[in-house]
């Protein structure tokens, strides 16, 4: 019995997802030329507060799949924090399976030790997202702003208020993971037709 180009080609498809299956590595999903389909998940590391969105590139605009922050409480030692972080994001993984990542790139400090302590949650964001076997990039937090508000020194109610307008959210989301929504969209509008800004893989 003869079979389509078409079906040839969805057998393949199958095929490759079985195997995928069996494999330990996460096969990525590919998306078209406008990135249709793609589920991208957005980070803002903060050691006490880190916040985590997930869009998925459809039409008529990006759809928010989840979203929200992993708060660790003050008395909480800072091992323990990076710890709660790791497996909070490897739970989102597992659950949503997103296909590529964004992180917030680290921004200049005058603290040393507050700049020190953002780079381990940074870390520890990382090696979750690592471990899945993503493709991780990272965008600098003047150029989300520009990117998604037009202005790069937007304050975060801005940022906040129009990530809700373009994913059209009931509700305005908290500012961490308003923040973690708008590094996904910002890579989103990368894929699609135009590219504002250019991420860089980390």
Avoid at 26 to 48: F, H, T
Avoid at 117 to 122: K, P, V, W
Avoid at 147 to 160: E, P, S
Wanted: hydrophobic content about 40%.
């Amino acid at each position: 019995m003869g079979i389509t180009p078409k079906q040839f080609e969805q057998m393949q498809t199958r095929l490759k997802g079985s195997k995928a299956g069996r494999g330990s590595a996460r096969q990525p999903v590919k998306a078209n030329e406008n990135g249709a389909g793609q589920i991208i998940l957005g980070i803002d590391p903060s050691l006490r507060s880190t916040g985590y969105g997930i869009v998925t590139v459809a039409r008529p605009h990006p759809r928010a799949v989840t979203f929200g922050t992993i708060a660790s409480p003050p008395k909480w030692e800072r091992s323990r924090c990076l710890l709660h972080i790791a497996d909070s994001l490897r739970k989102v993984l597992k659950e949503f399976k997103p296909d590529v990542c964004v992180v917030e790139s680290l921004f200049y400090a005058q603290n040393l030790q507050t700049a020190l302590i953002m780079g381990e949650a940074r870390g520890a964001s990382l090696v979750a997202v690592a471990e899945a076997g993503l493709e991780i990039y990272e965008i600098a937090p003047r150029k989300v702003k520009q990117a998604i508000v037009g202005y790069g020194g937007a304050q975060k109610l801005a940022v906040a208020k129009m990530v809700q307008r373009m994913l059209v959210l009931k509700d305005t989301p908290a500012p961490d993971a308003a923040d973690a929504l708008a590094l996904a969209l910002t890579h989103a509008q990368n894929i699609g037709s135009y590219s504002f800004t250019a991420p860089k893989r980390v």
